[in-house]
């Protein structure tokens, strides 16, 4: 079991698949969403979840004040444990549950997403990694947030030249990677210098 750290849910306990799936501890997690509270990133947000688990990042995320959450996983089991969570909070059309690869998804997905939270097997190739985030660029609302949770020994993250990483963090084996929308490159101005936001 884990359960929902803060929020309208909070302390409720979540299932877990049984094997197979790694969830994201209590402390990872309290990090993660104290700086999405902080930089206002919830509130009435979109959020997607991809490689779902138990779907407690994308419940967490609903606790806090998201609007709707979308939870993305291929493993047969640990959907059961999805929508069976999803039932247990009553969180009725606020959470969909989406057996489904996550690359195929993000294929025929047309959503704008404010919030896309991924935390992939650590043992993803990282070409395989690299592919799912740039599909997750295409999909990223205009001032959204993506967060990775990936190995520490792994290394930085492969964002695509969409995204621009903002912080990483490491929590012994787990690193906090976060990004947002690449910007734009500026023309020169007439003096030969730069415009600056």
């Given amino acids: 079991m884990t359960r929902i750290i803060a929020g309208r849910w909070g ?3 979540l299932a877990v698949p049984p094997r197979g799936t790694r969830p994201t501890t209590d402390r990872v997690r309290e990090a993660v969403f104290s ?5 206002d990133h919830l509130r009435g947000a979109r959020v997607l979840d991809l490689f779902a688990g138990s779907g407690a990042l994308g419940f967490e995320a609903l606790s806090r004040g998201a609007a709707h959450a979308t939870l993305v ?3 047969a089991r640990a959907v059961g444990v999805l929508r ?3 039932r247990d909070l009553s ?6 549950v989406v057996k489904e690869r996550v690359r195929p998804f993000l294929s025929h997905d047309a959503e704008p997403w404010d919030v896309i939270l991924l935390d992939p097997p650590y043992d993803i190739v990282p070409g ?8 997750v660029g295409e999909r990223l609302a205009p001032g959204g947030v993506v967060v990775l949770e ?3 020994r792994a290394g930085a993250a492969p964002w695509p030249a969409s995204l621009a990483p903002v912080a990483s963090k490491a929590y012994g084996e787990t690193a906090i990677h976060y990004a947002t929308h690449a910007a734009p490159e500026l023309d020169a ?5 730069s415009v600056e936001a």
């Fill in 73 to 75: 996983e291929a493993d």
């Fill in 35 to 39: 700086r999405l509270d902080h930089g």
């Fill in 11 to 13: 302390g409720r306990r």
């Fill in 84 to 86: 069976s969570n999803a």
């Fill in 189 to 193: 101005d007439a003096d030969g210098g």
């Fill in 128 to 135: 395989e990694l690299a592919a799912v985030l740039e599909s």
């Fill in 150 to 152: 990936w190995a520490s």
């Fill in 91 to 96: 969180a009725g059309a606020d959470a969909r």
